[in-house]
């Protein structure tokens, strides 16, 4: 049976005509060879962009957790400019020692944003403020609250009218920044509102200064204003009511339930809640910025002329009114220039922010004793922002920096060319291997 078998496998291999491998089969073996290579090489690439893009995600859609509302307040020596990328709060971030206005990015747009910086931890994160005005020419969009606990927005919405402009101001809003709450005003309005001012007088009392333009967008008169009012907002228990007459004054200072308006050389201080008399003052010398009254009632404090020469006046209110008693000037240090007055600590220090010139330049917050002039920094290194007055008689603390994430367009585009460069190398490393027998 074997010879049998090897004959039937000889007649076999007999009728089978010869043939020959085809010309092109090591070319087509390379290129197939190829075709794996370079799908091993584009899978590298793919998951490398995925890594590199997937974690920028992962990074960017983390949120700075909300602070603890019952810790102990700290007062960073120093604030810092935040990123543009910096993550944004998830929910109420608690009582705030600061907010910083400051750009926001996203992948394809960029807006003007507000950064908190929590009084219990020093942490920083972006606000999510709904419908935010997003700028305006002669207010502040926001204002936070000496205590650090609301932060009052101007709003966007619709109005009666043609708007005076495409975000026409519809409205204010008042988030409390611990539990999360929102308490909305919205007052009638045709064009739009013309807004002033927000002055807190006390951590749950806002002065709103708002008028109503007359026309709008595209009017040869659009950007006309009248009907300004001075109101007050007892937040946990009112709504907002003008005051009477005879404090309708924009050129005001509050403190505590204390109002000064202010004229040229005199100022009347009033007690908001009728506990005391109101008192006229006055002054001889040069016109002074607005005067700020001290928490009991007894002095004013404020920038000696208009502002640009870098010092302080101060005097005691008379208890019947009258000139101001013990008027003196006082500087601030030869390296410092006053340019605000943000409040007081107590009755005696007053909260100043001051540029400081020479090899270190920089902004500083101060607490200024008005008996003596002598300076205390209160916050070292100081960048432009709102603080929360009130807070900063808590304990100093060394502050790190803020969490600087990458532009992710950058890690996107590194992404991709680490990715080619990858691929290409695959290529290459492995195509040297193909070689004829």
């Not at 008028?211 to 009248?226: I, L, T």
């Not at 008693?325 to 006053?338: C, F």
Request: overall charge positive.
């Amino acid at each position: 049976m074997a010879a049998d078998l090897r004959d039937r496998l000889g007649d076999l291999a007999g009728a089978t005509p010869p043939g020959a491998p085809p010309n092109d089969l090591w070319s087509r073996g390379v290129r197939r060879r190829r075709v794996g290579q370079a799908g091993t090489a584009l899978l590298v690439a793919v998951l490398v962009l995925l890594v590199g893009v997937g974690g920028w995600a992962w990074h960017s859609a983390r949120v700075v957790a909300p602070a603890d509302p019952g810790s102990v307040t700290q007062v960073p020596d120093r604030l810092f400019p935040p990123s543009p990328w910096l993550h944004s709060y998830d929910g109420p971030p608690g009582r705030l020692i600061a907010v910083i206005p400051a750009i926001q990015r996203t992948f394809w747009h960029e807006q003007n944003g507000y950064v908190g910086v929590t009084a219990a931890t020093g942490h920083y994160g972006f606000l999510h403020l709904p419908r935010r005005v997003p700028d305006l020419t002669f207010a502040d969009p926001v204002s936070l609250s000496p205590d650090g606990r609301r932060l009052a927005v101007w709003v966007t919405g619709r109005v009666r009218g043609r708007p005076n402009s495409p975000a026409p101001v519809s409205g204010l809003d008042v988030h409390d920044l611990v539990t999360g709450a929102v308490q909305r005003w919205r007052p009638p309005t045709v064009h739009g509102l013309s807004t002033d001012r927000l002055t807190w007088a006390g951590g749950d009392t806002l002065l709103v200064d708002v008028g109503q333009y007359v026309h709008g967008a595209g009017s040869p008169d659009e950007g006309a204003a009248v009907g300004y009012r001075t109101y007050r907002w007892d937040l946990p228990s009112g709504r907002p009511e003008p005051l009477p007459e005879s404090l309708q004054d924009l050129n005001s200072t509050a403190t505590g339930h204390r109002l000064v308006t202010y004229h040229a050389r005199s100022a009347l201080v009033t007690d908001l809640d009728g506990q005391a008399a109101p008192v006229r003052v006055t002054w001889a010398g040069a016109q002074h910025q607005p005067m700020s009254v001290n928490p009991s009632g007894s002095r004013l404090v404020g920038l000696q002329g208009q502002g640009n020469n870098g010092n302080l006046v101060t005097g005691r209110i008379p208890a019947g009114g009258g000139a101001l008693l013990g008027y003196q000037t006082l500087t601030v240090g030869r390296s410092r220039h006053a340019y605000a007055v943000d409040g007081w600590l107590d009755d005696h220090h007053a909260i100043v922010e001051v540029g400081v010139t020479g090899a270190d330049a920089r902004g500083e917050l101060d607490s200024v004793d008005v008996r003596t002039g002598r300076v205390r920094p209160l916050i070292g290194h100081f960048v432009l922002s709102q603080v929360a007055t009130d807070l900063l008689t808590g304990p100093s603390v060394h502050a790190s920096p803020p969490s600087s994430p990458p532009d992710p367009r950058k890690v996107l585009g590194w992404s991709v060319a680490l990715a080619i460069l990858l691929g290409l190398v695959t290529l290459v490393v492995r195509g040297t291997r193909v070689s004829r027998p």
